[in-house]
């Protein structure tokens, strides 16, 4: 199995960064693609960015241009850079990861960091 550890959340005002980091162990061979996601009060849980085991990227188009992630491998680390950030950045970020073979796929969740943008 994988363990998904956030960290990085906090509070910032309108226009400023924030880093996260999603440390990752167990299986990670059996990973195939990680993601962030986020969930705002009241509203459904949505996509921000994923990368695949090549370094693919693909980004919700509300945070493209802001929003950078990446993994370190060597430290086994996931990581989303946000920038000019905006209240509606605001809400709880997940850590995930697509595990196992194409037959028998399973997404691992972690236990999310808060993201609050003030304006």
């Known amino acids: 199995q994988v363990q998904l550890v956030e960290s990085g959340g906090g509070s910032v005002q309108a226009g400023g960064s924030l880093r996260l980091s999603c440390k990752f162990s167990?299986?990670?061979?059996?990973?195939?693609?990680m993601s962030w996601h986020r969930q705002a009060p009241g509203k459904a849980r949505e996509l921000v960015a994923q990368?695949?085991?090549?370094?693919?990227?693909n980004y919700l188009g509300a945070v493209r241009g802001r929003f950078d992630i990446s993994k370190d491998d060597r430290n086994n680390v996931l990581i989303l850079e946000m920038n000019n950030l905006k209240p509606e950045d605001s809400g709880v970020y997940y850590c995930?990861?697509?595990?196992?073979?194409?037959?028998?796929?399973?997404?691992?969740w972690g236990q999310g960091t808060q993201v609050a943008v003030s304006s």
């Open positions: 167990g299986s990670i061979f059996s990973i195939n693609s």
């Open positions: 995930s990861a697509v595990i196992g073979p194409l037959v028998n796929r399973q997404t691992v």
């Open positions: 990368i695949n085991k090549l370094g693919g990227t």
